[in-house]
């Protein structure tokens, strides 16, 4: 699957780039967030020393901003997607990945109302792992 951006994508990968000095393997949005998906290791220098970076791209681009580091191994991606809310346990059997949640509000926070957040969160992980058919959340 090829991923194609538009040129205001393409705008504003270029001035995260600027702004960070790190490398970005992709950028998409996730509901009214602007989520910049960086190489592996760039994740602190992306992020700016505490969290300078995020703040002024918020500021400039008036929109939530969420910076998340790629990771080959499925379960490391998962996990630096949903960050900051934690998971007890994470499997992958027959291409669907179930999380548990550690109590019932971060349960909620990553469903989102009418599943909005686990929908966007699937599309997200279905970018690189294709295989991957659904997110449950128990």
């Known amino acids: 699957m090829s991923i194609k951006y538009d040129a205001n994508s393409l705008g504003l990968m270029s001035s ?39 703040k002024r791209l918020k500021e400039k681009l008036n929109k939530r901003v969420k910076i998340v580091e ?33 109590d019932t509000q971060t349960k909620g926070l990553l469903i989102g109302r009418n599943a909005q957040n686990l929908r966007a969160y699937e599309k997200a992980v279905q970018r690189y792992f294709s295989e991957v058919k659904e997110i449950k959340i128990v």
């Open 16 to 54: 995260f780039e600027q702004l960070t000095h790190s490398k970005l393997k992709d950028f998409f949005e996730m509901g009214e967030t602007y989520v910049f998906v960086v190489e592996p290791f760039q994740l602190r220098k992306a992020l700016g020393e505490r969290g300078a970076n995020v």
């Open 70 to 102: 790629y990771s080959l191994d499925l379960e490391s991606f998962v996990k630096n997607l949903i960050y900051p809310l934690k998971t007890s346990s994470f499997s992958y059997i027959d291409n669907v990945i179930t999380l548990e949640g550690v």
